[in-house]
């Protein structure tokens, strides 16, 4: 080896670590890792599936339970349904996020999965409003899958793939909180829309709104039960020994020997760990600019199916559950399309961030028209709605995969499992805000449809737009901090 040349290092793997077990597969398997990325987008949609499910049905759950004394308090009730969800996830999810980071992403997986399975059946069984509340609450206290999954999907591939990762778990989340609604509209209430299959005495007639929370519990069961083949990617190195331990030339040995080094605290040690998170201002600041943007997406995914279930009179437009479900499905599978083909190329010409404040720009003209939207009817109607739904969901779903990014890489692997869990609280609690708000200001709305300034849904959607331009505001410098290196 010439005198000039400095030794190379060899990755070091410990053993008994399952992080270092799977680093070895990696480099020895060159590649994007497939299987595994599979894996996490089906579990990110069996995450996100019944966040917004209900939905599509809720206008008419509500009125059933016979809860709301007039028309125009239906949304209110609504709203706090929604709501329980992300109270129950805003109160666990730096929980959930610590766990993963102590014992694994694995058994925080599992357990997501568990409650999701047990807790989503039992809300379609609800026979009273307050049943409804407490099975979404605990639904959302005990399902702590997305931060893990989100920090999963970076830890699964190589620097270079960590992108697509991250890419693909905002895919499946944007589908899940598309598709989720589309399955619950079209499975809605069976009895009446296939009376050939389902008579009104059977299980699904007397509970009405069971059929796709079965639906979702059963895909869901399906994913849990192939987690026995899915691979821990946390590091565990305080109790072992590495097993390798190495540096050479890139000729050969030094002088024909090799040289034994000591790496312990140089491959996966603790290092910063006890770094204050709160202080790391990108990562904070990702966190809330994310967490606006999903109080706007969550206040429109209240307000969508209330503003187009909600009869003509009301300025709504007057469509059914199962007619909503269509539109939402349709926007789900254009998504998917979007998100693989055309999504990584956009990302890759003009950066995440700008890809972000494209996006809000562009969000902003297309909700103010919704309310005219309402004078349409017909064929004309169908066309405008669908289009309107997917080009918002498109939008929506480039702003949170670009936010995805920034947080993951503002941190290093030993503390995305607590940055995601914080990342997840308070985007839990403007979300938990968002359906009680969207829900109480729709209700509000309705009754003030002969306001001078802004009458009726007008105002609804004008909030929206507020949010969204705070978003786009906070996209910029000096707010938003963030670098281009990736971590691992």
């Given at each position: 080896?010439?005198e ?12 008994g ?25 089906f579990?990110?949609?069996c995450?996100?599936l ?19 004394k ?8 609504a ?13 666990t ?36 409003y ?15 899958l ?12 190589g ?13 499946a ?16 209430q ?14 699904f ?5 069971f059929?796709p929370?079965l ?9 849990l ?16 020994k590495?097993a ?20 312990e ?20 600041s ?16 209240e ?20 007619d ?20 990584p ?10 890809l ?6 562009l969000?902003?003209p ?5 309310p005219?939207i ?5 064929l004309e ?7 309107a739904?997917l ?16 947080q ?8 995305r ?14 979300k938990a ?18 306001s ?22 906070m ?8 670098s ?5």
């Amino acid at each position: 080896m010439a005198e000039n040349e400095e030794p190379i290092l060899k990755r070091v793997y410990y053993e008994g670590c399952p992080g270092c077990e799977l680093d070895q597969w990696s480099d020895n398997n060159r590649g994007m890792p497939c299987r595994f990325f599979i894996h996490v987008w089906f579990i990110t949609l069996c995450a996100a599936l019944p966040i917004s499910s209900l939905f599509p049905f809720l206008y008419f759950m509500m009125r059933d339970l016979h809860v709301a004394k007039r028309v125009e308090d239906i949304g209110f009730y609504a709203g706090f349904v929604g709501s329980s969800f992300m109270l129950g996830r805003a109160l666990t999810s730096v929980f959930w996020g610590i766990i993963a980071d102590r014992y694994g992403r694995k058994p925080v997986i599992v357990i997501g999965l568990i409650a999701l399975v047990i807790f989503n059946t039992l809300f379609g069984l609800s026979t009273s409003y307050w049943m409804a509340i407490v099975t979404r609450f605990l639904l959302g206290s005990l399902n702590g899958l997305l931060g893990p999954i989100k920090a999963y999907a970076v830890e699964i591939a190589g620097t270079e793939y960590q992108a697509v990762g991250i890419s693909l778990v905002s895919t499946a989340w944007g589908m899940g909180l598309v598709v989720g609604p589309s399955i619950g509209g079209l499975l809605a209430q069976p009895a009446d829309k296939f009376p050939n299959l389902f008579s009104k005495d059977s299980l699904f007639g007397r509970f009405p709104y069971f059929l796709p929370c079965l639906f979702i519990s059963l895909f869901s069961a399906v994913i849990l039960s192939t987690c026995p083949w899915l691979p821990e990617t946390l590091h565990k190195h305080h109790q072992s020994k590495p097993a390798i331990m190495i540096a050479e030339g890139l000729e050969g040995s030094f002088h024909g020997t090799e040289v034994k080094i000591d790496l312990e605290g140089l491959e996966g040690s603790d290092g910063d760990s006890n770094e204050n998170l709160f202080m790391n201002w990108p990562l904070m600041s990702s966190v809330i600019v994310y967490c606006v943007f999903s109080l706007h997406d969550m206040a429109y995914t209240e307000i969508f199916p209330l503003w187009a279930e909600s009869g003509r009179a009301y300025g709504g437009l007057g469509l059914s559950s199962q007619d909503v479900g269509e539109v939402l499905a349709i926007s789900g599978f254009s998504l998917l399309t979007f998100q693989l083909f055309a999504y990584p190329p956009m990302e890759k010409l003009v950066g995440h961030v700008n890809l972000c404040r494209v996006a809000a720009l562009l969000a902003l003209p297309l909700i103010a028209a919704y309310p005219f939207i309402a004078k349409l009817s017909g064929l004309e109607l169908t066309i405008i709605v669908n289009c309107a739904s997917l080009v918002k969901n498109v939008l929506s779903v480039s702003i949170i995969t670009g936010l995805f990014i920034l947080q993951n890489n503002a941190v290093e692997q030993h503390q995305r499992g607590a940055a995601n869990g914080i990342s997840m609280t308070g985007q839990s609690i403007f979300k938990a805000i968002a359906p009680a708000a969207a829900g109480a200001i729709f209700s509000w709305a309705q009754k003030h449809r002969n306001s001078s300034f802004l009458p009726g849904n007008h105002m609804v959607f004008f909030i929206l737009n507020l949010v969204e331009f705070v978003g786009l505001v906070m996209t910029f410098k000096p707010f938003l901090a963030y670098s281009t290196q990736r971590r691992r």
